[in-house]
């Protein structure tokens, strides 16, 4: 299980208040993909990180999550970028997965930067849509915002700006053979979706501040019953923007479940990104992600 120190550079200051630039180091774990449980606390770190120094971090998917995640059905890849060190780790960095409904917070990120006011959407028809959108995951509302930033050819010219070079933006809406809108058959990489995360999180050169704002604000207000994954193991009083996509790729045995967003309060300060495929049931996925998010909220902090 191999974990490789694969970069190190600056990153801009966070949102303005979150203090001084800090060093970047990408940390990348190669582990293979249980369904037992994972006793979070104490986790030991991976025995498969050997540090050079000891400034180098130590990964927080750890040897109990690696183990866990080797006999779980399926393919697991995670980001975790941790705002408050200026580390990132990846997981399975590299594999390409579906993006099911989190495809609409790169919907949204295209429809603000499209504003050259840098305000938001003056239109009170595109501000519904986007709350039913990203606090309902409304299909028919991300339908009609596709269609209104341009489609793929808009939203492709905003994530190679936003440095998401490993996303590929659907180009058919009604697909051959797929009964579900097919701007979920976007397809992305979890260091991707760190990059479109981090235009919300830190001072980003494409949305204004006012909104980054307004974009994580209904990512904070999702209906409870679409709050899971990543806020597993997260407590009260913890901010989490959040949005989750599930998505059924082959009838009801092959499962596209993802989980993304931004964690800060209780010491912590973190965007994340778990993309799942190949789960049985809709529900093995969740917990996948859960087990998974639990542990890293216990390794970072």
């Given at each position: 299980?191999?974990?490789?120190?694969?970069?190190?550079?600056?990153?801009?200051?966070?949102?303005?208040?979150?203090?001084?630039?800090?060093?970047?180091?990408?940390?990348?774990?190669?582990?293979?993909d249980s369904t037992s449980a994972?006793?979070?606390?104490?986790?030991?770190?991976?025995?498969?990180?050997?540090?050079?120094?000891?400034?180098?971090?130590?990964?927080?998917?750890?040897?109990?999550?690696?183990e866990f995640v080797t006999g779980?059905?399926?393919?697991?890849?995670?980001?975790?970028?941790?705002?408050?060190?200026?580390?990132?780790?990846?997981?399975?960095?590299?594999?390409?997965?579906?993006?099911?409904?989190?495809?609409?917070?790169?919907?949204?990120?295209?429809?603000?930067?499209?504003?050259?006011?840098?305000?938001?959407?003056?239109?009170?028809?595109?501000?519904?849509?986007?709350?039913?959108?990203?606090?309902?995951?409304?299909?028919?509302?991300?339908?009609?915002?596709?269609?209104?930033?341009?489609?793929?050819?808009?939203?492709?010219?905003?994530?190679?700006?936003?440095?998401?070079?490993?996303?590929?933006?659907?180009?058919?809406?009604?697909?051959?053979?797929?009964?579900?809108?097919?701007?979920?058959?976007?397809?992305?990489?979890?260091?991707?979706?760190?990059?479109?995360?981090?235009?919300?999180?830190?001072?980003?050169?494409?949305?204004?501040?006012?909104?980054?704002?307004?974009?994580?604000?209904?990512?904070?207000?999702?209906?409870?019953?679409?709050?899971?994954?990543?806020?597993?193991?997260?407590?009260?009083?913890?901010?989490?923007?959040?949005?989750?996509?599930?998505?059924?790729?082959?009838?009801?045995?092959?499962?596209?479940?993802?989980?993304?967003?931004?964690?800060?309060?209780?010491?912590?300060?973190?965007?994340?990104?778990?993309?799942?495929?190949?789960?049985?049931?809709?529900?093995?996925?969740?917990?996948?992600?859960?087990?998974?998010?639990?542990?890293?909220?216990?390794?970072?902090?």
């Amino acid at each position: 299980m191999p974990v490789l120190l694969i970069a190190v550079g600056l990153r801009a200051e966070n949102g303005g208040a979150k203090g001084p630039a800090k060093t970047e180091s990408v940390v990348s774990s190669s582990t293979s993909d249980s369904t037992s449980a994972i006793d979070s606390t104490n986790v030991p770190p991976t025995k498969a990180f050997t540090k050079m120094n000891a400034n180098e971090p130590t990964s927080p998917f750890t040897a109990s999550l690696s183990e866990f995640v080797t006999g779980r059905t399926g393919t697991i890849t995670a980001a975790v970028d941790d705002l408050a060190t200026g580390n990132i780790f990846l997981f399975h960095p590299g594999v390409v997965e579906d993006e099911a409904s989190v495809v609409k917070v790169d919907v949204m990120a295209t429809l603000l930067a499209e504003q050259s006011d840098g305000n938001v959407p003056a239109n009170a028809s595109q501000q519904q849509l986007l709350a039913s959108m990203i606090e309902e995951s409304d299909n028919g509302s991300t339908t009609e915002l596709w269609d209104q930033v341009g489609g793929p050819v808009a939203i492709a010219s905003f994530n190679q700006r936003a440095n998401m070079t490993s996303t590929t933006p659907s180009t058919c809406l009604a697909c051959a053979n797929f009964p579900w809108p097919g701007w979920g058959l976007t397809t992305t990489t979890a260091s991707d979706q760190i990059a479109l995360l981090r235009q919300f999180a830190v001072t980003s050169s494409l949305l204004t501040a006012i909104q980054q704002n307004y974009g994580l604000g209904l990512m904070e207000q999702v209906e409870p019953s679409e709050a899971w994954g990543i806020s597993a193991g997260v407590p009260p009083g913890v901010t989490i923007a959040i949005k989750n996509g599930w998505l059924p790729l082959a009838g009801e045995t092959n499962w596209q479940v993802n989980s993304e967003g931004w964690i800060e309060g209780d010491g912590r300060d973190y965007i994340v990104s778990i993309l799942t495929t190949g789960s049985p049931t809709e529900q093995y996925g969740i917990i996948t992600i859960e087990s998974m998010s639990e542990v890293l909220w216990s390794q970072l902090g």
